[in-house]
């Protein structure tokens, strides 16, 4: 039984933690402050009133001509492609490096209990094995899709599939991560009691597991989806293609009229997928 001092030093100690914690975020914030140079004023000075404004003026009316437009379906088309397979290559990494990310369900828990007890070499395998998995995951999502870019434009050339590979390798690592935590989330009564029957661990994982996230996998894996529409527009910047070469190139332009038009074509991609999104969502 916990003492009464022993659980007044506990109480005190949570008690402080929110102001240190908050002295800590001030003085790193006002730290961050002065060494990034954050000077919202420069927006108000006269040359920054200058620069603003004309680009704003550039960019009405935005440029609506049909030779135009019909040049951009193609890199329109292009962008939800990059998305569309790289969020594809995305769940292809991430489903089974979440799965061995699992804590649960690789290493313990009432599932791996028989399996590993009085084997500690069996064990061994299973956490090296889950500690390389969650490395993985953590190498990939660590590097922004944009640096992925880079360096698979350097190995394959320009084009969207250098996009693709960044933006699957990217979101892999991401979508791995949120997987082994929805695994870890599970109610694991109906585990044990399919185990009680003598079933196996594939078909523990198959009707047991899995129809409990399912939902939430595809609803993330849905967002992620959404993400992909913007990042394959931003990897364009790096020859990826897309619509992101295109604006690209009218910002070198100095064509401002045509990167309106773009980022309207480019918002009305994005309204659409959050449409096609909600509407799955709605069916689980």
Not at 257 to 272: K, P, R
């Amino acid at each position: 039984m916990r003492s009464p001092a022993l659980s007044s030093i506990t109480r005190s100690q949570r008690s402080a933690f929110p102001y240190l914690f908050g002295l800590f975020f001030l003085i790193a914030f006002l730290d961050s402050w002065q060494r990034v140079g954050v000077d919202p004023l420069v927006f108000f000075e006269r040359q920054g009133r200058e620069h603003l404004w004309k680009f704003l003026r550039g960019m009405f009316p935005p440029e609506l001509s049909w030779q135009f437009l019909s040049l951009m379906f193609r890199p329109a088309l292009e962008t939800i492609q990059i998305s569309v397979m790289g969020t594809l290559i995305a769940v292809l990494i991430g489903f089974p490096f979440g799965i061995l990310a699992t804590r649960t369900f690789s290493v313990a828990g009432v599932l791996n209990e028989a399996e590993v007890e009085g084997s500690p070499s069996r064990l061994a395998v299973r956490f090296f094995t889950y500690s390389i998995a969650r490395g993985i995951l953590s190498l990939f999502r660590s590097v922004p899709e944009f640096v992925w870019a880079f360096m698979f434009v350097r190995a394959v050339g320009l084009g969207p599939f250098p996009g693709v590979l960044a933006i699957g390798v990217a979101y892999g690592g991401m979508l791995g991560k949120v997987y082994s935590e929805i695994f870890e989330g599970v109610n694991y009564r109906p585990l044990e009691a399919l185990q009680s029957t003598g079933a196996n661990k594939m078909q523990i994982f198959s009707y047991g597991w899995l129809p409990q996230v399912l939902p939430n996998f595809v609803s993330y894996t849905l967002y992620r989806w959404e993400c992909a529409v913007r990042a394959s527009a931003i990897l364009g910047l790096v020859g990826a293609g897309g619509l992101g070469q295109q604006i690209e190139i009218s910002m070198r332009m100095f064509n401002f009229n045509e990167v309106l038009t773009l980022l309207i074509i480019l918002f009305l991609m994005v309204a659409l997928v959050d449409y096609i999104s909600a509407k799955i969502r709605g069916i689980l």
